[in-house]
């Protein structure tokens, strides 16, 4: 099921990418603050609560996603970035899930 969720969510990063560098197509998707517009975009305008089963807090998916950024790049894994943000996302969020 984690791994369903992965892959929707991983999906999800992936769209969102593509929106986020549509909208700043004037810079080529520079945006300093991408991580504010990602954790608005995903969660409020994505599908990302129902596949979760639970709203993240907005400014909680932000700082989720600058960590991520950060171990992502420190690790360097071979794992493309939405599949490896979006496993961490489940795994992250069905935690505090539980722990409520």
């Given at each position: 099921?984690?791994?369903?969720?992965?892959?929707?969510?991983?999906?999800?990063?992936?769209?969102?990418?593509?929106?986020?560098?549509?909208?700043?197509?004037?810079?080529?998707?520079?945006?300093?603050?991408?991580?504010?517009?990602?954790?608005?975009?995903?969660?409020?305008?994505?599908?990302?609560?129902?596949?979760?089963?639970?709203?993240?807090?907005?400014?909680?998916?932000?700082?989720?996603?600058?960590?991520?950024?950060?171990?992502?790049?420190a690790e360097?894994?071979?794992?493309?970035?939405?599949?490896?943000?979006?496993?961490?996302?489940?795994?992250?969020?069905?935690?505090?899930?539980?722990?409520?």
């Amino acid at each position: 099921m984690n791994t369903d969720r992965s892959t929707r969510i991983a999906a999800l990063l992936h769209e969102a990418g593509e929106t986020h560098h549509t909208v700043y197509r004037i810079v080529d998707g520079d945006d300093p603050d991408w991580a504010s517009w990602y954790g608005d975009w995903l969660t409020n305008l994505s599908e990302l609560p129902r596949i979760l089963e639970t709203t993240p807090v907005r400014s909680e998916l932000t700082w989720l996603l600058v960590s991520l950024d950060k171990d992502y790049a420190a690790e360097k894994p071979e794992t493309p970035w939405p599949q490896w943000y979006a496993e961490r996302i489940v795994e992250h969020f069905s935690a505090a899930k539980q722990s409520r």
